[in-house]
């Protein structure tokens, strides 16, 4: 069963902390070695926020999370986590776990998530 669950979203005043969860079936971490977290804000397009491997190799693809965005993964509890902190209300978005299999250098995504929101007010 492929199964992508996400939680920790909300509402958040700018400068906070949010910290999203992402539990993954047997059969959607077994059949995948890469994960990662989206978001997309209203009228935009979804864009890659970072990626973690079964390694241990992380990416970040937006200049601005730098330093303030964490993806992590517990393999033995088949669970991803993005630790958001110094949030900005540009950072206001869905969410979307996603898990995929290497191609390319990149992860070529084959699951996703239902989304969490996440919303930060100045």
């Known amino acids: 069963q492929v199964q992508l669950q996400e939680s920790g979203g909300g509402s958040v005043q700018a400068g906070g902390s949010l910290r999203l969860s992402c539990e993954a079936s047997e059969y959607t971490y077994s059949s995948s070695n890469c994960r990662g977290w989206f978001r997309q804000a209203p009228g935009k397009e979804r864009d890659p926020v970072a990626t973690?491997?079964?390694?241990?190799?992380?990416?970040y693809y937006i200049p601005s999370l730098k330093g303030r965005f964490t993806i992590s993964q517990d393999n033995s509890k088949k669970m991803l986590s993005l630790q958001m902190n110094s949030l900005e209300p540009d950072d206001t978005a869905s969410y979307y776990c996603?898990?995929?299999?290497?191609?390319?250098?990149?992860?070529?995504?084959?699951?996703w998530g239902q989304g969490t929101q996440v919303t930060v007010s100045s």
């Open positions: 973690i491997w079964t390694s241990g190799r992380s990416e």
């Open positions: 996603a898990a995929g299999v290497s191609r390319s250098g990149g992860c070529q995504i084959i699951y």
